[in-house]
């Protein structure tokens, strides 16, 4: 029984994915990749919703968390930026334009952001998400969700980097907020 218990341990040790409870992947064509979404307790902060962004530097992997209490903020905020993204896409394919950008409103309740360089472990208190779309010179649409440019200290050579989600169709918000619902079912 001793031994059955030290096996169990281990492997709670070793994957930590078994021991968050619910973990599951949205996906993102833009950067044709899976990203983790999942719930867990983030240094004793309480449970949290974990959401993979993707980076413009190589060197740093960001996860945005939500308040387990702002999680239905996040999801109805993904619904309204998502409305917005379908309407202004209608709209450009139809007048044909090109090269432009545009805030799309939206009212994320702030978050924090932990960024896992190959060195460190840097985290964000208080950060505020904001949306964007844009239509890139060939026509494609886009909606951006990023987070303010994240600092590494002074002398570190990961230097800046900005976190974001890119959403390339409205299944794409679909995916990520079906997932969110049922890891807070």
Same mark, same amino acid.
Do not use: W
């Given at each position: 029984m001793k031994?059955? =218990?030290? $096996? $169990?341990?281990? $492997?709670y040790i070793a994957f930590p994915i078994f021991a968050q409870g619910n973990a599951n992947r949205y996906y993102m064509s833009f950067f044709a990749r899976?990203?983790?979404?999942? =719930?867990?307790?983030?240094?004793?902060? @309480?449970?949290? =919703?974990?959401?993979?962004?993707?980076?413009?530097?190589?060197?740093?992997?960001p996860s945005l968390y939500i308040k387990y209490s702002n999680i239905e903020n996040f999801i109805i905020n993904l619904e309204i930026v998502k409305s917005q993204f379908i309407k202004y896409t209608k709209q450009s394919i139809k007048d044909r334009i090109k090269n432009i950008e545009i805030p799309l409103d939206s009212y994320f309740k702030r978050a924090f952001i932990v960024y896992n360089t190959r060195t460190?472990?840097? *985290?964000? /208190?208080?950060?505020? #998400?904001?949306? #964007?779309?844009?239509?890139? *010179? /060939? @026509?494609?649409? =886009?909606?951006? $969700?990023?987070?303010?440019?994240?600092?590494?200290q002074k002398g570190d050579a990961v230097g800046t980097a900005h976190s974001f989600m890119i959403f390339q169709t409205s299944d794409e918000f679909d995916d990520l907020i079906n997932t969110t619902k049922k890891l807070i079912k």
């Amino acid at each position: 029984m001793k031994r059955f =218990l030290t $096996i $169990i341990t281990f $492997i709670y040790i070793a994957f930590p994915i078994f021991a968050q409870g619910n973990a599951n992947r949205y996906y993102m064509s833009f950067f044709a990749r899976y990203n983790v979404v999942a =719930l867990e307790n983030y240094n004793n902060k @309480g449970y949290c =919703l974990r959401v993979d962004m993707e980076s413009d530097n190589k060197y740093v992997a960001p996860s945005l968390y939500i308040k387990y209490s702002n999680i239905e903020n996040f999801i109805i905020n993904l619904e309204i930026v998502k409305s917005q993204f379908i309407k202004y896409t209608k709209q450009s394919i139809k007048d044909r334009i090109k090269n432009i950008e545009i805030p799309l409103d939206s009212y994320f309740k702030r978050a924090f952001i932990v960024y896992n360089t190959r060195t460190r472990i840097y *985290e964000d /208190d208080n950060i505020k #998400l904001k949306a #964007l779309f844009e239509v890139k *010179e /060939d @026509g494609q649409c =886009l909606a951006v $969700i990023e987070s303010p440019e994240f600092h590494a200290q002074k002398g570190d050579a990961v230097g800046t980097a900005h976190s974001f989600m890119i959403f390339q169709t409205s299944d794409e918000f679909d995916d990520l907020i079906n997932t969110t619902k049922k890891l807070i079912k």
